[in-house]
């Protein structure tokens, strides 16, 4: 558990438009590791939704299978979630969109849920525009299944056992952007200013906004050398060959001026480079946004900010031309066409 | 020989034969006579044979039958074949333009040679209406062979090009350039011919599969996802074509949406999303898509979110024989997924069945909030059934089972989304947004308690577990009732069957000297499953699968002695017949006796 929550809560806790404070937009006590980054973007989830003044039970939140897809309990208790199976929230979330055009819905995965098993479906809802908002827990390994390798791990950076991950890194921001994708952003974790901002902006987009979050998994990304690792617990981990032991460890954070870089020291002291757009970005140019992400990765960082955004997005129930109003505020007058009209069918068929 | 045989049709696929082969089979219908034909076609688009069998049928038996009694070749590729499956006394009817070969004539078999490829050179000039008008022209030949009444097709070649009026005429001109020459070649009619009856009544005749997109739109479907599989791809493009005809709003925009999904997986996460959020939703597949659905079918059980999904089962893996017909998924779709599951199956036999089940299963699965299989299969989906026509009840209300919106909320202290309140094993459920304040929960497929709270605590699985099974058995008295048929005296012997193997078993059951009979159409069994089985001392279970897999669901589910249950099966991809049911029932009427 990574905090108790205080019951004392201050009598002027900030109040948004409709009345409610932060506490109307909190989930249950999260059972993930202490400092596990996926709880950041929980609370930052829960700070956006206040800001934004959204009414929690508008709001929908889907997830696959994961530490990452458990945060849905985490976050807007008052809102319907849905964990759903391992690599498949885009499709449940695409049949709850159809079903209702009028919610917000929070689709969260992680990198195994979106990279490996759920490939198929993420490109095919970033290729529809479902108007969903998908975040990507993104630690870079498979934290519920005790530390593997995502497909999301760096080239050549050691997995748990010890082996060279041979294989090249998956970057889910820029395959988003070469498939059409309407909004594409990358983030941190711990950099609340910058994430909380982005969450309400892809909140607001009419159509798919994929926010990539590099979020440290603090028990198992024990890859030294690579953007997510963590090797403290990897000594405790070979000597007893099995996790018994996690150390309690703080949220990393860190919050840094547009169009500059940082370096997050994680809690294994390795290192983590973070380059921010700068504040006079563009980002309606998907071509430079595809051309920026690619030379952020030439120099090792993980470029963040709103990389691009189609503001003219037209999402998928306009694509298909489907009614105004939610298909399931439907009556069934407007449903079943009747028994006269049936009897005109059997005619055509004799 | 009037109103009694079977014509098959051997074409090259994709050669324009199929509303050729159509007309033929709808003229008879239009005489009122029985008929049902059936289409055993390659998985192929273009090139391989195509055979399109008609048996017509006085009595009303419409079975698939062996025995061929005329053959119409337009197929050289498959005609060895074709002429040796001719019975005796049968009839050859063939495209003459090349001369046959010398071995291929069989002496009890009369050969009509019709110059089809020659005629239609010379009188159309355009290469694809000479290619098509041969079809047309063997329909015109047969029509003055058999008598199949010159106003009809006349009639029905109109139906068949309203709007494209222009084609009409030279369409005319190839069925009297048939007519013609077989008027002047051959003694017509011959001995095997057709008369006018009044046999049919206000039937229809369609397709299953049409059927059942017709009644998911009247059922209420709003959204559908599917992903292409034969012979299940025209359920979902009946269902966006009657509902683009008869669900488009005031502004023109869609009452529906159907997405063609990535693959089957996301067919059904999506419809379980749908059903989730408030909308009936559906799927059609087949066999390999349901075993792709096989993690998300379970997780609707545990999470018990309503879906329907149509199986248009057909023969097991890769291309080929598997577009032809089986009834091979029982156990695929009765126990599908893992962890401890069940779902409820419906079994139509006919497409009004089709039709009135599929709109149904929309509230079952609600009442239920599990999925619902409908068990069909592409003889029956695929293929044209005369049946009874559809009808529709405007009085009657979609029942959506025990839902609670913002005033029943208001009305109780706590919501617990997994609480037998009623003792029936069936919850109330809320829809997303239903109140700002109430009804909210995180659906999971396990690790929850009554209030779908989080928990690992075992008690509380068994005890979830246990109520799923409370409302199994609630499901016995929701689903459709079976049909029996009974003589009054007792008996030792019945039959049991489902789906199309019916047309065939009730033909059968008239040779046997009517033997007591079970038609399922459906799974759970109801009590009255239960209570006919026992009545005998033994009970043939007739399917369309190598593995006699509905006699093993009925000795699972009743923990029934095996011996009781004797397999009849027919699992070459053809639809079975009554002749391999007779001949598989009757080495056990006179050797199994004595036991
Ligand atoms: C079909 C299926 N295969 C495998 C699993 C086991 N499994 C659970 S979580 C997980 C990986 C999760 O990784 P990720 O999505 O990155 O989430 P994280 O735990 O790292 O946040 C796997 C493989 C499963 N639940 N379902
Ligand atoms: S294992 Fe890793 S990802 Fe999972 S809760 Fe712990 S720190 Fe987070
Ligand atoms: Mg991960």
Known sequence: MSYVRPKFRHPQLPKNKLGYTTREYEGSLSTLCAGCGHDSISTAIVQACFELSLEPHRVAKLSGIGCSSKTPAYFLGQSHGFNSVHGRMPSVATGAYLANRDLIYIGISGDGDTASIGMGQFVHAVRRNLNLVYIVMNNGCYGLTKGQDSATADVGSKSKAGSVNPFEAIDLAGMALELGATFVAQSFSGDKTQLVPLIKAALSHNGFALINVISPCVTFNNNPGSTKSYDFVREHMDATATMDFVPLQSVISAEYGEGTKTVVTMHDGSKLALNKLEAEWDPSDRVSAVRALYNARLEGEVLTGLLFVDSKSTELHDIMQTSKRPLNSLHQSELSPGNEKLQKINSVLR | MVNDFVVRFANVNGTGSASANYLFAKSIFRMGIPVSPKNIFPSNIQGLPTWYEVRVSEKGYLGRREGIDIAVSVN????????????????????????????????????????????????????????????????????????????????????????????????????????????????????????????????????????????????????????????????????????????????????????????????????????????????????????????????????????????????????????????????????????????????????????????????????????????????????????????????????????????????????????????????????????????????????????????????????????????????????????????????????????????????????????????????????????????????????????????????????????????????????????????????????????
Request: proline share 5%.
């Open chain 2, 76 to 595: 050289p590729q498959s005609i060895v074949e074709d002429i040796k499956g001719i019975a005796p006394g049968g009839y050859f009817i063939y495209d003459s333009t090349k001369p046959l070969h010398e071995e291929l004539f069989r002496a009890d078999v009369t050969f009509l040679g019709i110059p089809m490829m020659e005629t239609c050179n010379r009188e159309f000039s355009d290469p694809r209406q000479r290619l098509l008008f041969k079809n047309v022209m063997y329909v015109g030949a047969l029509s003055a062979l058999i008598e199949i009444e010159y106003t009809v097709l006349e009639q029905l070649i109109g139906e068949q090009f309203k709007g494209k009026e222009k084609l009409i005429a030279p369409n005319l001109k190839a069925l009297q350039l048939g007519i013609d020459y077989a008027r002047e070649h051959f003694e017509c009619p011959l001995p095997m011919r057709l008369e006018r009856r009044d046999l049919v009544g206000n039937q229809i005749i369609t397709t299953g599969n049409s059927a059942c997109g017709l009644g998911a739109v009247y059922g209420g479907a709003t959204v559908a996802a599917w992903y292409p599989i034969t012979p299940s791809t025209s359920v979902a493009e009946a269902f966006d074509d009657y509902a683009s005809e008869l669900r488009i709003d005031s502004e023109g925009r869609k009452n529906f949406a159907i997405i063609q999904a990535e693959d089957e997986l996301a067919a059904i996460g999506m419809v379980i999303g749908a059903n989730w959020n408030g909308s009936r939703a559906f799927t059609a597949t087949s066999g390999p898509g349901v075993s792709l659905m096989n993690e998300f079918l379970g997780l609707a059980y545990f999470a018990e979110i309503p879906a329907v999904l149509i199986d248009v089962q057909r023969v097991g893996p890769s291309t080929g024989m598997p577009t032809r017909t089986q009834q091979s998924d029982i156990t695929l779709a009765a126990y599908a997924s893992h962890g401890d599951t069940k779902h409820v199956l419906l079994f139509p036999s006919t497409p009004t069945e089709c039709f009135e089940m599929t709109a149904k299963s929309f509230d079952l699965a609600e009442q239920l909030q599990t999925p619902v299989i409908i068990m069909s299969d592409l003889d029956l989906g695929m293929n044209d059934h005369m049946c009874d026509p559809f009808t529709w009840n405007d009085k009657y209300e979609y029942d959506r089972g025990k839902l609670l919106d913002a005033d029943d909320l208001e009305k109780i202290t706590r919501f617990g989304r997994y609480l037998d309140v009623d003792n029936d094993g069936i919850p109330y459920r809320t829809f997303p947004a239903v109140h700002p304040s109430k009804g909210a929960y995180v659906v999971r497929g396990t690790s929850r308690d009554e209030y779908a709270t989080y928990t690992e605590d075992s008690p509380a699985y068994k005890r979830n577990m246990d109520r799923l099974v409370r409302k199994w058995n609630t499901a016995k008295t929701y689903v459709p009732k079976p049909e029996v048929y009974q003589k009054h005296s007792p008996a030792r012997d019945a039959m049991l069957f489902f789906g199309t193997t019916t047309q065939s078993a009730l033909e059968a059951r008239d040779y046997l000297g009517s033997i007591d009979a079970m038609r399922l159409k459906s799974f759970p069994f109801c009590q009255e499953v239960a209570d006919f089985i026992v009545k005998y001392d033994r009970v043939f279970v007739l399917e369309q699968n190598r593995d006699g897999q509905m006699r093993s669901l009925l000795i699972t589910e009743f923990n029934a002695d095996p011996k009781k249950f004797i397999s009849v099966l027919n699992y070459d991809g053809l639809p079975i017949t009554a002749a391999q049911i007779v001949d598989q029932i009757s080495i056990h009427m006179t050797s199994g006796r004595k036991k």
